[in-house]
């Protein structure tokens, strides 16, 4: 069982950063794959960044490339999102999520694979 709690979000202005925390409980985080989910009003979920387990593979939607970035710290047991050149279509709830971890070539990039959900966090860009 893992719980995670997100924080970081809120609002900023086009062009700015902000960077979203997930502490997550639990003594085997480092076996677990973490993404950062979006979803803007009336949209599907996405995923946004994930990580794999060994820090060893990273995804990005094409959408944040260049602008996010999606690190850890297995001793703090703590994953970031560090957003930056934030837009208003960046704008939306933000939730961190946990999947086991496989294969230390590969990283868990479906929202079916994702085990454990964090209640999210605001974040709103204006124009």
């Known amino acids: 069982q893992v719980q995670l709690v997100e924080s970081g979000g809120g609002l900023v202005q086009a062009g700015g950063s902000l960077r979203l925390s997930c502490a997550a409980s639990?003594?085997?985080?480092?076996?677990?794959?973490m993404g950062w989910f979006r979803q803007a009003p009336g949209k599907e979920r996405e995923l946004a960044a994930a990580?794999?387990?060994?820090?060893?593979?990273?995804y990005y939607a094409n959408s944040v490339k260049g602008r996010f970035t999606i690190s850890r710290d297995n001793a703090k047991n703590t994953v970031y999102l560090q957003m930056n050149s934030l837009e208003p279509e960046d704008t939306g709830a933000y939730y961190c999520?946990?999947?086991?971890?496989?294969?230390?070539?590969?990283?868990?990039?479906?929202?079916?694979?994702?085990?454990?959900w964090g209640q999210g966090t605001q974040v709103t860009v204006s124009s």
């Open positions: 639990g003594r085997t985080f480092s076996s677990y794959d």
């Open positions: 999520a946990a999947c086991p971890g496989t294969s230390a070539a590969d990283v868990c990039s479906r929202v079916a694979e994702y085990a454990y």
């Open positions: 990580i794999n387990w060994s820090a060893g593979r990273r």
